[in-house]
T-cell receptor
């Protein structure tokens, strides 16, 4: 196990609603990255947080936002949900000072938007 | 050109055979390279990092070709349990994001 935990594991929302997904990093890791993975696709980078600040963002609209807390846990918020937001949302933690900075993933939160 | 490209497969390979995947990347300044394995409806798990000199872990061998901007994964003596999707991942520099390919699906046939 990676030690990265995510909640909730599954959730169903309707269009226009808002959702908050949560992630606890592996102990000792200071960086959190969020990815969206649609069925049959690779993980798409949403953003990364380091020391509570956003440190890189992928091609996602502003209605995708996040937070990192002093204990390095993190939240992903999505406003005004659209049908295409249905996906597996993956949180990954890493250690910035590590030589290669491998990502270690949680089990993901599977979001269905109806 | 996409940042990281992989042949999606599927590769249908008999048990015991050797199979190889390639992955190309567009950013010549990329510094770190990885192969992840993802089982159906599960999270990606790190299979191995890829080092400049190439590296081996049991039946798995990874190679990096910076001149041609590709990395490869070789699986020898394939097992039924190797059936999964293999994701190639690339990082620009230590602080940069890690970009994934779409993955290559592998089916090992009994």
């Amino acid at each position: 196990e990676t030690g990265v935990t995510q909640s909730p594991t599954h959730l169903i929302k309707t269009r226009g609603q808002q959702v908050t997904l949560r992630c606890s990093s592996q102990s000792g890791h200071n960086t959190v990255s969020w990815y969206q993975q649609a069925l049959g696709q690779g993980p798409q980078f949403i953003f990364q947080y380091y020391r509570e600040e956003e440190n890189g963002r992928g091609n996602f609209p502003p209605r995708f936002s996040g937070l990192q807390f002093p204990n390095y846990s993190s939240e992903l918020n999505v406003n005004a949900l659209e049908l295409d937001d249905s996906a597996l949302y993956l949180c990954a933690s890493s250690l910035r000072t590590a030589s290669t900075g491998e990502l270690f993933f949680g089990e993901g939160s599977r979001l269905t938007v109806l | 050109r996409k940042e990281v490209e992989q042949d999606p497969g599927p590769f249908n390979v008999p048990e015991g055979a050797t199979v190889a995947f390639n992955c190309t990347y567009s950013n010549s300044a990329s510094q770190s390279f990885f192969w992840y394995r993802q089982d159906c409806r599960k999270e990606p798990k790190l299979l191995m990092s890829v080092y400049s000199s190439g590296n081996e872990d049991g039946r798995f061998t990874a190679q990096l070709n910076r001149a041609s901007q590709y990395i490869s994964l070789l699986i020898r003596d394939s097992k039924l349990s190797d059936s999964a999707t293999y994701l190639c991942a690339v990082r620009g520099n230590r602080d940069d994001k890690i970009i994934f390919g779409k993955g290559t699906r592998l089916h090992i046939l009994p």
